[in-house]
Nanobody, 118 residues
Framework: QVQLQESGPGLVKPSQTLSLTCTVS??????????WTWIRQPPGKGLEWIGS???????YYGPSLKSRTSISRDSSKNQFTLQLSSVTPEDTAVYYC??????????WGQGTQVTVSS
């Protein structure tokens, strides 16, 4: 059973960079055919795929946030991270990390609320 846990600040000021870390247990961030994924859900809206990092280290980003997003991983800590730059209040959301395989999310983190406000 893979478990994922998000961590990071719950409040970020506008124009700053949002940084979140996902710690993985019960699995490895270098496992073949697995994509470690960030997803968010703004209040009153649906889920939005932010991006993924694959087992080879390749990254894939959603078109709407691609210019502001960076996803990386630390194999030694079994973690992967999200950085979203130049945030605005529209980036306020619950952010989830997840394991995606064969096109479907198999495991979710519990989610973490991030609010962008001065």
């Amino acid at each position: 059973q893979v478990q994922l846990q998000e961590s990071g600040p719950g409040l970020v000021k506008p124009s700053q960079t949002l940084s979140l870390t996902c710690t993985v247990s019960g699995g490895s961030v270098t496992t073949n055919d697995v994509y470690w994924t960030w997803i968010r859900q703004p209040p009153g809206k649906g889920l939005e795929w932010i991006g993924s990092i694959g087992y080879s280290g390749s990254t894939y980003y959603g078109p709407s946030l691609k210019s502001r997003t960076s996803i990386s991983r630390d194999s030694s800590k079994n973690q992967f991270t999200l950085q979203l730059s130049s945030v605005t209040p529209e980036d306020t959301a619950v952010y989830y990390c997840a394991l995606r395989r064969h096109g479907a999310v198999e495991f979710w983190g519990q989610g973490t609320q991030v609010t962008v406000s001065s």
